[in-house]
């Protein structure tokens, strides 16, 4: 984050002479106290300062390397998670396709008659079926699939940086975010590379 001149100059107070109160910060800054409550706040949020009732404002002393990984542990699959493309397990290649598609999406996954994930089909696992001179229609995508207990998944309530690291460790490009239940698994989202890729930008803005 880059902060402002006059978030560099409060700063530089709190540094030299903190604990110190947002009143006598405003006075060395020849501000009101109301027109330096909005740069506290970005200062305080994004980790530089913190403050304490009746003490005031003191400097974290945190480094840029050390707000980064706080902030790292702040992003969670269920703030950056899509709405899962799932089909049946029964339906053809060709249904595949048109599906991933229609619905603009790398990656379908794959239910049973309960609704509980049994497969995974990427693009390439399309393709490669296709090369064949077999009729599309005619082939089940569970016979292709990426099959149970081979998939990795995620749930809502991890971090974003642990399913990007598996996303790194298997080579793959999405992940279903699951809910375990007595029977299985039942997919409520998925985080795909461009989820990561949006948490990324959100953590450089601050935006989290
Ligand atoms: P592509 O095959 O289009 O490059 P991926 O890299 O995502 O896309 O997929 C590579 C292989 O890994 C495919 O065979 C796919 O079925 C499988 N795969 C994709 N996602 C998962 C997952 N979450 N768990 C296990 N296997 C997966």
Do not use: H, W
């Amino acid at each position: 984050m880059e902060l402002n001149k006059r978030q560099e100059q409060i700063l530089q107070i709190v540094k030299e002479q903190g604990p110190i109160t947002g009143e006598n910060i405003a006075e060395q800054l020849n501000l009101t106290r109301a027109t330096l409550r909005p740069d506290l706040a970005i200062l305080t949020m994004a980790g530089y300062l913190d403050a304490r009732p009746r003490v005031g404002y003191f400097y974290t002393g945190k480094s840029g390397a050390q707000l980064l990984t706080d902030n790292l542990t702040k992003i969670y699959v269920k703030d950056y998670q899509s709405i899962p493309v799932v089909v049946n397990d029964s339906i053809s290649v060709y249904d595949a396709i048109c599906t991933m598609f229609l619905e603009d999406v790398g990656t379908l996954f794959v239910v049973d008659q309960q609704s509980l994930l049994v497969g995974v089909l990427s693009r390439k696992d399309l393709l490669r079926a296709s090369i064949g001179k077999q009729e599309l229609t005619n082939i089940p995508v569970n016979i292709i699939m990426t099959r149970m207990p081979n998939i990795a998944m995620c749930e809502k309530e991890d971090l974003m940086i642990d399913v990007a690291k598996k996303l790194i460790e298997k080579q793959i490009d999405a992940l279903p975010v699951v809910k375990k239940t007595e029977k299985g698994y039942e997919v409520i989202g998925r985080i795909t590379k461009t989820n990561i890729t949006k948490a990324f930008v959100a953590l450089a803005t601050e935006d989290l």
